[in-house]
């Protein structure tokens, strides 16, 4: 008797079994086991199983505290006002924000967005987040030419004295790094803080080259050291010879690739004085559109 025709059999007499009375059981039991050759107490164990799948499994640990469909909907729309950020980031942004959503908020609802886990963000989140490229898009081509012969530092954090400066350029593309468009050169010295910008059209090693001297030329101090990442757009020959070649050598340094912290002065500048303000570029720097276009005039481009 194949397995299939005793699973059918068993279906057919199981409801019968356990109507029967205790005598007319053991009859019925007996047929069992002489049709299907089953060992008694086997048989037993077999016509008293439930059917799993009639059983609806149920779930264990905890009930589900963040049910309000609204929990999600307010997290996906921070979410996207704070450009994508992780979920530990946006635990922190959450009370920030909320006094501010355009919606009234009920007490409740409030209380709950202020006390969920960056863990319950991420279960919340996982079908959103597929949807979405980060806005912040990288530029940055790596520069192979010159890393053997410009030296790694991770201990520029130390200088106190004014001079030491670390470098950066960031790209006010959209969200599309497509054609060319405006670049700015930003420069944060380590000991003081002190910024300085410099928008340029395209990423080219003349127009990089002729904006960190016009960006020297406006430092209140001398320069010393010049820190930036691996990006082509500093580590180039004309850049090498502009720093090496003087009466007073500048120390060229760069950072490890792949390591944001090397240059973490510069990285968190760019964020506050420029990509806070990339769509209005004016306030980061007054002289924003002339700078742009004494740059793109020395660099013979047309704007």
């Not at 059918?8 to 002489?34: M, T, V, W």
């Not at 264990?60 to 980031?89: A, E």
Request: hydrophobic share 35%.
């Amino acid at each position: 008797m194949s397995p299939d025709s005793r699973r059918e059999y068993r279906d057919s007499i199981k409801q019968r079994y356990h109507l029967a009375p205790k005598a007319e059981k053991g009859q019925i039991l007996n047929e069992f086991c002489q049709v299907t050759g089953y060992n008694r107490k086997y048989a037993i164990r077999v016509l008293n199983k439930k059917d799993l799948k009639a059983i609806k499994k149920k779930r264990r640990g905890r009930k589900r505290k963040y049910t309000n469909p609204l929990i999600t909907i307010i997290l996906y729309q921070l979410w996207k006002w704070t450009n994508l950020p992780c979920s530990k980031r946006l635990k922190a942004i959450i009370p920030i924000w909320l006094p501010f959503y355009p919606s009234p908020i009920s007490r409740e609802l409030y209380k709950d967005l202020c006390a969920i886990s960056p863990s319950t963000i991420d279960r919340l989140m996982k079908n959103h987040r597929s949807r979405y490229m980060k806005m912040g898009l990288s530029t940055t081509k790596p520069g192979t030419i010159l890393k053997k012969q410009i030296p790694i530092a991770t201990n520029q954090w130390d200088q106190r004295q004014p001079g030491f400066i670390e470098a950066d350029t960031v790209a006010h593309c959209g969200s599309s790094v497509m054609g060319s468009f405006v670049y700015t050169i930003n420069c944060v010295d380590i000991a003081t803080q002190w910024t300085e910008q410099f928008a340029i059209w395209g990423k080219g090693e003349t127009g990089v080259l002729k904006g960190l001297i016009n960006i020297n030329k406006r430092l209140p101090f001398d320069l010393r050291g010049f820190d930036c990442d691996n990006g082509s757009e500093f580590l180039n020959w004309p850049i090498q010879k502009h720093y090496l070649n003087r009466k007073r050598p500048v120390n060229f340094t760069r950072s490890r690739p792949y390591y944001k912290n090397d240059n973490a002065y510069i990285e968190q500048n760019n964020w506050t004085p420029i990509d806070s303000y990339s769509a209005m570029p004016a306030l980061v720097n007054p002289n924003w559109l002339e700078c742009l276009l004494i740059s793109t005039k020395m660099n013979g481009d047309s704007y």
